[in-house]
């Protein structure tokens, strides 16, 4: 089921016992704020619980539905593209990074953004006004709500910056990252998780999370594989020693190496073979 929208703006608030609409996609862009109850939101393959003062964003490509747990008053804000083309000269703010990217974000979709108290009441009241004014008027080409819109997402960039999630170019693709491990093998500390969160901007949980769910292992296994199929490579040619391969890797010494082998692969390292 795709739902159809033609005018570029349509505010609608629900105060509703149930959900009155099966899984559903959009030719419209969605921003759904929960003003009372509580239930879940399904969105692609995310299942999310929902309370009062939760934020979601729904773009073009996305299915979604809500079960209401108790009955629930949501706010959903609804719009086209055109909606910020035609607008967009109303307002002296310029976003570098444009709301359509920001509700295309993946990110902000498997996050759930944990506003402060402050920014929490701003919000409430952003969208009360926004609902507030569209009894009284279109809204659909009124500055007032444009501004009322962008102040939203202004809160939106405030608050991922406080949670340290990347949104100006996006996730790092997985080559990115590959030839960042790659590059840098040899440097222990630069690929620690601190630092490759801090590389990519990226807080060190969900760096953890997003890797272990493109790559179905987990980083630090990734890189111990890594290190250890070079590591062999090297043994095998029989062109270096072990205290060489040591300095190489980082390791204290020769038998600091041994040891790191032997405790990953269970079985001594002299069991290589070395090419002759």
């Known amino acids: 089921m795709k739902k159809k929208q033609f005018n570029t703006l349509v505010i609608h608030d629900l105060v509703a016992d149930t959900f009155h609409l099966p899984s559903h996609s959009h030719t419209y862009y969605e921003l759904v704020y929960v003003l009372e109850g509580r239930g879940t939101h399904y969105l692609n393959n995310l299942i999310t619980p929902y309370k009062p003062g939760d934020l979601f964003f729904i773009s073009l490509e996305d299915e979604h539905h809500f079960e209401f747990a108790t009955p629930s008053r949501m706010v959903f804000i609804k719009f086209t593209d055109q909606y910020f083309e035609v607008l967009r000269s109303l307002s002296q703010d310029s976003f570098k990074t444009t709301p359509e990217k920001m509700m295309r974000h993946k990110m902000l979709k498997e996050v759930k953004l944990k506003f402060d108290s402050s920014t929490k009441s701003i919000l409430r009241r952003t969208i009360e006004n926004i609902v507030d004014y569209d009894l009284n008027d279109d809204s ?58 801090a590389h990519f901007n990226i807080s060190e949980s969900y760096f953890s999370n997003y890797f272990k769910r493109n790559f179905e292992i987990s980083l630090r296994d990734y890189i111990s594989n890594y290190r250890l199929a070079l590591i062999e490579k090297r043994i095998e040619t029989g062109k270096v020693t072990l205290k060489q391969i040591a300095d190489e890797f980082g390791f204290n010494d020769q038998s600091h190496l041994s040891h790191y082998y032997k405790r990953k692969k269970n079985q001594p390292i002299g069991h290589l073979k070395r090419k002759s």
Not at 152 to 159: D, Q, S
């Open 140 to 197: 659909s080409t009124s500055p007032i709500i444009l501004y009322q819109i962008f102040s939203i997402f202004a809160l939106i960039k405030e608050t991922v910056a406080k949670m340290e999630i990347r949104i100006d170019h996006g996730l790092p693709g997985k080559e990115e990252i590959i030839t960042y491990l790659h590059h840098n093998i040899y440097k222990p500390e630069k690929i620690r998780i601190n630092n490759l969160a």
